[in-house]
C-alpha cells in the first residue's frame, strides 16, 4: 500500500506554518525584512521646530531688508505726474499738467512688477538655500514680502518729490511744472510680493523639494496558499 504523499506546493510559494496562539494583530503585523535600512526620525520630520523657527526669523528680517532695494528701484524707475500751480490773489491751485496722462496708473504699474519679481527670487533663494521648505519658512517668507512692501512704500514717498504741493507750487512759481508726490493708487500692489513668494515657493517645492524616504525598502511578501 502506497504511503499518502504531502500536498504539493509551488516552489515560488513556500511553505509558511501559522501562527497558532497568536493575536490577529501579531499575525497581520508586517515586519521589516531582513537588512532593511533603520529610518531616522528627522528623515521623515525634518531638522525640528526650533530649527525651523529661527531658519523662518532670519528670512524673515532678510526679506523685509530687501524692501529698502525695492523702494529705491520704485522712486527712479516709477513715472512722474506732472503738476502746475496757478495763483489766484494770495491763494493757489494745483492742477495735474496733462488731464489725460497715465502717469499714476504707471507708478502702481511699476511697483506692483517690482513686487512680483522681488517675490520670485526671494522664493528662489530660500528654496536654493533650504529645499525641504516648511509652514514657517513659508509664513516668514509671505510676511516678510508684505513687510518689505510696506518699508518700500513708505521709503519712496518720503525720498520722492515734495508732500505739500501747494508749498512745492509757490517755490518753483506760477506755471512751473513739478513732480506729484508718489503715491499708491492701488493698495494690492503692495500684496504682489507675497503673492509671488508663495506661488514660486509652493512650486518649486512641488516639482524639485525632497520626497519622504519609504519607511523599509521594497519587498514582496510571501503567503501561505
Same mark, same amino acid.
Given at each position: ?46 531638522? !525640528? @521646530? ?5 531658519? &523662518? /526669523?532670519? *528670512? ?5 531688508? =530687501? $524692501? +529698502?532695494? #525695492? ?43 517690482? !513686487? @512680483? ?5 526671494? &522664493? /528662489?533663494? *530660500? ?5 525641504? =521648505? $516648511? +509652514?514657517? #519658512? ?65 512650486? #518649486? ?21
Amino acid at each position: 500500500m502506497t504511503p499518502p504523499q504531502p500536498p504539493h506546493r509551488r516552489p515560488s510559494q513556500p511553505f509558511r506554518s501559522p501562527d497558532l496562539g497568536q493575536p490577529d494583530a501579531a499575525r497581520n503585523r508586517q515586519e521589516p525584512p531582513a537588512g532593511a535600512p533603520a529610518v531616522r526620525v528627522y528623515d521623515q520630520d525634518g531638522p !525640528g @521646530l526650533r530649527t525651523e523657527i529661527r531658519e &523662518a /526669523v532670519v *528670512v524673515l528680517v532678510a526679506v523685509t531688508l =530687501g $524692501g +529698502v532695494l #525695492l523702494g529705491l528701484l520704485w522712486l527712479w524707475l516709477a513715472p512722474r505726474v506732472p503738476l502746475v500751480g496757478i495763483a489766484s490773489g494770495n491763494s493757489w491751485a494745483v492742477y495735474p499738467k496733462e488731464t489725460e496722462g497715465e502717469q499714476a496708473i504707471g507708478i502702481d504699474g511699476t511697483f506692483t512688477l517690482l !513686487g @512680483l519679481a522681488f517675490g520670485a527670487v526671494s &522664493a /528662489v533663494t *530660500v528654496f536654493l538655500v533650504r529645499r525641504r =521648505g $516648511g +509652514v514657517p #519658512l513659508v509664513v516668514a517668507l509671505c510676511l516678510g514680502g508684505l513687510l518689505g512692501s510696506l518699508l518700500a512704500w513708505r521709503l519712496g514717498v518720503a525720498l520722492g518729490p515734495e508732500q505739500d504741493v501747494i508749498a512745492h507750487a509757490r517755490e518753483v512759481g506760477e506755471g512751473v511744472t513739478f513732480p506729484a508726490p508718489l503715491t499708491l493708487g492701488a493698495p494690492g500692489a503692495l500684496l504682489a510680493w507675497s503673492l509671488a513668494a508663495l506661488v514660486v515657493h509652493l512650486g #518649486l517645492t512641488a516639482l524639485f523639494g525632497p520626497r519622504d524616504p519609504e519607511p523599509y525598502g521594497p519587498y514582496e511578501e510571501t503567503s501561505a496558499p
